[in-house]
């Protein structure tokens, strides 16, 4: 059977942090709630009849913030998936949550009816950090949801935090992240803030104060060394994890597998075709066409994309299995470029793989830049 992945947007919200450019819509009835997943349903029944030969290995819910909705809602959706799809036993399967939109009794049920991993979005342990971000937990919040999505029997629990932020320093960056490691998630996002030009962080212009690049560097490094010291891997430029509880899902993206998503904003990649929705929230709703973007990339397309996303993770490339799927030598087309990374310690090269450092992921746009200049 073929391996599949299936991304379900929920694109509501209380308020849009400062700083997000995600597909979401703020304050929205409870009856948009369930139009919204009858039209998922819909689609989701609309799309099985594609998939008859995949077996799905990962299914994530995000947003927004999903846990807006009720149990009865999310449950129902990944029921229609059960019902759908050849669903793997050990599939594994996130929801995102906001910390304070999710009870004790609210997790028990959604454990109960399968889902088996929770991402919380943390952002800071800092709470002048928080206001500035423009969110509405604070740090307490996010403690009693940890406790309770642990206590309804989660056993597999990510957490985001966000350096690079207003008020941050690489004091308060390292103590976000000591404050989360004490409570022993299995996976830990430490993502840089980017400014978006359409959000309100990207219209204050010089008026937003954000830490230096040589201090954003430092937080960067000094925080990848302290989670390593408490026990999580680096596997991916912005991602650490326990043994064993690397995010299945984004492993999907990084691989280049399959996957397909479902709601607005949402983007697929399946038999041989990228394709993504408009924000058509509306449309959606009326069971109307959004797609708004399809693409049959090239082989030489498939590969430049391939390097791009394989070497975003600690494993990078290995040469063999590039040439097995793309026909032609890695090191032959790449390695005179990577070679003079390599003695500035930004490169790697064991045995048949290249892979980038450390310091390689933190200059990782401009390797990349030059690479793939270099292989077009």
Same mark, same amino acid.
């Given at each position: ?37 009858? %039209? ?7 799309? %099985?009849?594609?998939?008859?030969? $995949? ?105 985001? @935090?966000?350096?690079?932020?207003? $008020? ?26 980017? @400014? ?52 299945? $899902? ?14 607005? %904003? ?80 930004? @490169?790697? $090269? ?12 933190? @200059? ?13």
């Amino acid at each position: 059977m073929k391996k599949l992945g299936l991304y379900v947007h929920i694109p509501f919200c209380r308020s849009k942090c400062l700083y997000c450019d995600f597909c979401s819509f703020p304050n929205r009835a409870e009856s948009d709630f369930t139009a919204y997943v009858d %039209a998922l349903c819909r689609d989701l029944r609309t799309t %099985a009849a594609r998939c008859t030969a $995949h077996t799905v290995e990962t299914v994530y819910f995000g947003g927004g913030t999903p846990t807006l909705l009720p149990p009865t809602l999310l449950n129902r959706i990944l029921s229609e998936i059960f019902a759908c799809y050849r669903v793997s036993p050990d599939a594994e399967i996130t929801l995102e949550c906001n910390p304070a939109t999710a009870t004790k009794q609210a997790f028990s049920e959604l454990r109960e009816a399968g889902f088996n991993r929770i991402s919380i979005g943390l952002q800071s342990a800092d709470e002048r950090e928080l206001r500035a971000l423009g969110r509405l937990h604070s740090f307490a919040d996010f403690e009693r949801t940890f406790r309770e999505a642990r206590e309804a029997g989660f056993s597999n629990i990510s957490a985001d @935090v966000m350096l690079g932020i207003p $008020h941050q320093t690489k004091e308060s960056h390292l103590q976000t992240l000591a404050a989360l490691a004490a409570l022993a998630p299995e996976h830990i996002s430490a993502y840089g803030l980017t @400014v978006e030009s359409d959000t309100p962080f990207g219209k204050m212009g010089d008026r937003l104060v954000l830490p230096d690049e040589e201090t954003s560097r430092e937080m960067y490094f000094e925080g990848a060394q302290l989670l390593e010291k408490l026990g999580y891997r680096q596997y991916e430029i912005s991602n650490f994890a326990k043994t064993g509880y690397e995010s299945r $899902h984004n492993l999907k993206y990084w691989n280049c597998e399959e996957y397909l998503g479902f709601g607005p %904003a949402a983007y697929s990649d399946f038999g041989g075709t990228r394709f993504g929705n408009s924000r058509d929230l509306s449309a959606y709703l009326e069971g109307k066409s959004i797609l708004a973007e399809s693409e049959s990339p090239s082989l030489g397309e498939r590969a430049e994309e391939y390097i791009m996303l394989r070497l975003r993770l600690a494993e990078g490339v290995d040469c063999q299995a590039f040439a097995n799927r793309f026909g032609f030598d890695f090191d032959a087309k790449f390695g005179k470029t990577l070679r003079k990374y390599v003695f500035g310690g930004f @490169v790697k $090269h064991t045995q048949n793989k290249w892979a980038l450092t450390r310091e390689g992921f933190y @200059v990782s746009n401009t390797i990349l830049s030059e690479l793939l200049d270099f292989s077009s």
